[in-house]
T-cell receptor, first 111, second 118 residues
Framework: QKEVEQNSGPLSVPEGAIASLNCTYS??????FFWYRQYSGKSPELIMS????GDKEDGRFTAQLNKASQYVSLLIRDSQPSDSATYLC???????????FGAGTRLAVHP | DTGVSQDPRHKITKRGQNVTFRCDPI?????LYWYRQTLGQGPEFLTY????????KSRLLSDRFSAERPKGSFSTLEIQRTEQGDSAMYLC????????????????FGPGTRLTVT
């Protein structure tokens, strides 16, 4: 079992729809969770961090965390073609400072 | 507020040569991380500094890899006797000190150095 797992996609959604991206992790001790967006050929860009169970909203993005189920998700409302990218889930497994990344989910938003 | 910078952005080298990359973190960040990313994968942790102290080093980092952060500001990553398998994007990230027991502050990435070993 991988430490941080994501569906590789591609996840294809129409413009204006809600995109739902999921991530599971293996270590119950983990306490810090991050979502990064990465465009092709570019470096990861931090879009959300979440530390407590529940939802955290920032503009069109909502991160959801369920530590009991070891599950974190990212919802993107009113998806735009510019949201087309790979979304990386990152977790500080074991409570350490280093981040463990999933392989990413490729999102394609079509007009 | 300038972000994390890395130099060079691209490096092509022949197998067996040594290469060195530089990272300048966000100025108030005392933590600096190096990651490596290959196509289709997420970044893999290589090593991490708090100020000038190297606190963790991945088992992925062979003896050919060395990193320094001599004055707690910029860092260098050197790869000796490069191999084709070293071809990847080398990413540097920085963050402020941890938020508390078991918590991590957000890490911000630089643009990366793309290494191609021929």
């Amino acid at each position: 079992q991988k430490e941080v797992e994501q569906n590789s996609g591609p996840l294809s959604v129409p413009e204006g729809a809600i995109a739902s991206l999921n991530c599971t992790y293996s270590d119950r001790v983990s306490q810090s969770f991050f979502w990064y967006r990465q465009y092709s050929g570019k470096s990861p860009e931090l879009i959300m961090s979440i530390y407590s169970n529940g939802d955290k909203e920032d503009g069109r993005f909502t991160a959801q965390l369920n530590k009991a189920s070891q599950y974190v998700s990212l919802l993107i409302r009113d998806s735009q073609p510019s949201d087309s990218a790979t979304y990386l889930c990152a977790v500080n497994l074991g409570g350490y400072n280093k981040l463990i990344f999933g392989a990413g989910t490729r999102l394609a938003v079509h007009p | 507020d300038t972000g994390v910078s890395q130099d060079p952005r691209h490096k092509i080298t022949k197998r067996g040569q040594n290469v060195t990359f530089r990272c300048d973190p966000i100025s108030e960040h005392n933590r600096l991380y190096w990651y490596r990313q290959t196509l289709g994968q997420g970044p893999e942790f290589l090593t991490y500094f708090q100020n000038e102290a190297q606190l963790e080093k991945s088992r992925l980092l062979s003896d050919r890899f060395s990193a320094e952060r001599p004055k707690g500001s910029f860092s260098t990553l050197e790869i000796q006797r490069t191999e084709q398998g070293d071809s990847a994007m080398y990413l540097c990230a920085s963050s402020t000190r941890g938020k508390g027991q078991g918590l991590s502050y957000e890490q911000y990435f630089g643009p990366g150095t793309r290494l191609t070993v021929t």
